[in-house]
């Protein structure tokens, strides 16, 4: 049996970005699944954002599996002290394993890797492959754009209104953990 009650995959940015608000958000979302029991799921770097939740997490006593392509063991450095520790033979299968290991996703600030994550898990659920929550943290209004995007493909008639229930979005670590625990109650 496991010992943490929930697993949330976090997909984040492999740089720390200009803010330092976004490092600490993440310093605070790793304390929190670690205070939860939850076990964190992500990319298994040592850099940027990725590094600073995983290792938030580990100092505050919490679980940790890490998932990386092979091919970014040097540059994403690779966290091999993690409670597990992936390797993968390509990112295809990476996103898979992350996602097959978690029952929440969580997105925060990123770039492409990021948003290639969100929209695959966003489109999974959008065709039925899973009911998972999916939360965009979004700091700061970081993912404001993303949001006007999203709105502007369904004004356009390319994605149906329904597809903002798929997500939610939330601007801080302590309404994104209250959400989840109303979620799981």
């Known amino acids: 049996m496991a010992d943490f009650s929930l697993s949330v995959c976090v997909f984040c940015g492999a740089r720390s970005g200009g803010d330092p608000v976004y490092a600490e958000t993440a310093a605070n979302l790793g ?9 964190l799921v992500y990319g298994a770097g040592d850099v940027g954002l990725m590094g600073t939740v995983a290792r938030a997490t580990q100092e505050a006593g919490g679980a940790t599996f890490g998932v990386i392509p092979v091919h970014l063991l040097k540059q994403e450095v690779g966290k091999a002290d993690l409670s597990t520790f992936v390797v993968t033979e390509n990112m295809h299968e990476r996103k898979k394993v992350m996602f097959m290991n978690c029952d929440a996703i969580v997105v ?49 008639g390319f994605a149906s209104e329904i597809n903002k229930s798929f997500y939610k979005t939330v601007s801080s670590v302590e ?9 799981r109650a």
Not at 114 to 128: P, R
Not at 175 to 183: F, K, M, Q, R, W
């Open 175 to 183: 309404e994104l953990t209250a959400d989840i625990l109303s979620v």
């Open 31 to 39: 304390r929190a699944i670690a205070d939860q029991n939850w076990r």
């Open 108 to 156: 925060l600030p990123g770039g492409a890797g990021s948003l290639d994550e969100f929209f695959e898990v966003l489109t999974w659920k959008q065709i039925g492959l899973h009911d998972k929550p999916i939360y965009l943290l979004s700091v700061n209004d970081y993912w404001a754009p993303l949001e006007a995007l999203i709105d502007h493909v369904i004004s356009e």
